[in-house]
């Protein structure tokens, strides 16, 4: 038998630390977040109370090593952190998976150690992160982007817009995506870590959104901002690189996010159609609903093998591209079409407010949108596949 094969394992078993930190995340889920989640929603907000709690979990740095102050965990147990936050709240998925997926895997990865030992103690223990890439006129198209830098002496600076981005309201650390020169196209662009307080940086408005309304999605605004060369992540020009691979790793981790989501919903479908009755028994027991609830969990059992797959292949440094776009696309899709379901069960009560999967209903369509659009990663798939 060979090497691989005697230590394959089923993707849904986990190792005992990815256990343990799994059920305190669950539990955490439960206790802390559970109870915010309709006024969060409502307000659209995330108390800054709920974000410090998530620094003293250890889910604000997991792939930190402990050297710099982090869990030195995987990627597969940020996934962890994202599925369970997210069957809660979609809202806290994504805050802690745009600080773990991209921004802190970005530095870890092409950070020199310099910006490693700056910033990753910051991430990891007291600083929310975002990541701007996306502009009015790039999004799908991210490398038409318009942001400048110019070179000044020590500095680059920055002149721009940035739109969309996730976190922008709580960020104290920024990483930028800006064009050395927009003759060279993809090859002009340079990611840079900017600090919310440097001079000529400003958050801009917070878009009113459908779902994952406690997360802020902000405008940045870049009017001559001056960042010091040593704060160029990466090398001049190889942005595009650090934008391409951090983006195909974050996938999963919407993956995660949106499986997370599934389920939470499947959840409460399942509560609820016991307890609801109708012609003299729950609902539970018509065999119609029966078939609904199981066909959702054959989505949900699906999708997370997809998830689970993409991010053990990346963690074993194997090629996962395919995988990634596999999985979010997959995820983003059985996570509508079960909130839509848990909506149907509930009737009535599922268009209300006073119940909560209106809310996951709402929540789930942004993953078909961020990270790529559907259509990208089909795009991406049919590349694979046609060779
Ligand atoms: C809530 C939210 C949070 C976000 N967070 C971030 C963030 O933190 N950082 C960041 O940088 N960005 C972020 N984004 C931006 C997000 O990544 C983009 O919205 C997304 O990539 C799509 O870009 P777009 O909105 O410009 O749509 P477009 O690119 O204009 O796409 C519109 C439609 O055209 C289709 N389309 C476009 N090109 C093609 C093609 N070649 N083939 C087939 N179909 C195509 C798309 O699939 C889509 O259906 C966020 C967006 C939202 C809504």
Redesign the pocket.
């Given at each position: 038998m060979s090497d691989t094969l005697e230590h394959a394992q089923p993707l849904t078993v986990l190792a005992e630390d990815e256990a343990i930190f799994r059920d305190s995340v669950r539990q955490f889920a439960e206790a802390q977040v559970r109870p915010l989640v309709r006024e969060m929603d409502e307000h659209a907000k995330i108390p800054r109370s709920l974000i410090d709690r998530l620094f003293e979990l250890g889910v604000m740095g997991i792939e930190v090593p402990e050297s710099h102050g982090g869990a030195g965990a995987s990627f597969f147990h940020a996934v962890l952190a994202v599925e369970e936050l997210s069957r809660i709240d979609p809202s806290i998925g994504v805050l802690v998976d745009?600080q773990n997926t991209l921004v802190i895997n970005a530095i870890l990865r092409w950070g020199n150690e310099d910006l490693r030992r700056r910033y990753l103690p910051r991430l990891a223990s007291s600083s929310v992160g975002?990541?701007?890439?996306?502009e009015a006129g790039s999004?799908?198209?991210a490398f038409a982007l318009t942001s400048r830098a110019r070179e000044e002496g020590d500095t680059f600076v920055l002149t721009g817009r940035k739109l969309?981005?996730?976190n922008g309201n709580e960020a104290d650390i920024f990483l930028i995506f800006a064009t050395v020169d927009p003759e060279a196209g993809y090859r002009g662009i340079t990611a840079f870590v900017v600090e919310r307080d440097f001079p000529g940086f400003a958050v801009g408005k917070k878009e009113d959104?459908l779902g994952?309304r406690a997360s802020s999605?902000c405008e940045l605004m870049l009017d001559g901002c001056r960042v010091p060369k040593a704060n160029v992540l990466g090398e001049v020009g190889k942005g595009y690189k650090t934008a391409i691979e951090t983006l195909n790793e974050g996938r999963i981790g919407i993956g995660a996010q949106m499986i997370g989501l599934a389920r939470g919903a499947l959840e409460h479908a399942i509560k609820y159609t016991k307890e609801r009755k109708q012609f003299g028994k729950p609902i539970a027991e018509f065999q119609a609903v029966q078939h609904q609830l199981a066909r959702a969990a054959v989505d949900v059992e699906a999708a997370r093998l997809t998830v689970y797959n993409a991010a053990r292949l990346r963690d074993a440094g194997k090629p996962f591209l395919t995988e990634a776009a596999v999985c979010k696309i997959f995820s983003s899709e059985v996570a509508e079409r079960v909130s839509s379901l848990a909506v149907n069960l509930f009737g009535g009560n599922g268009f209300v407010k006073e119940y909560p999967v209106e809310k996951l209903f709402r929540d789930a369509k942004?993953g078909q949108?961020?990270?790529?659009?559907?259509?990208?990663q089909l795009?991406t798939i049919a590349k694979q596949i046609l060779g």
């Open positions: 745009v975002a990541y701007a890439l996306s999004g799908s198209d969309w981005i996730t959104k994952i999605t942004i949108i961020y990270e790529g659009t559907s259509n990208l795009q």
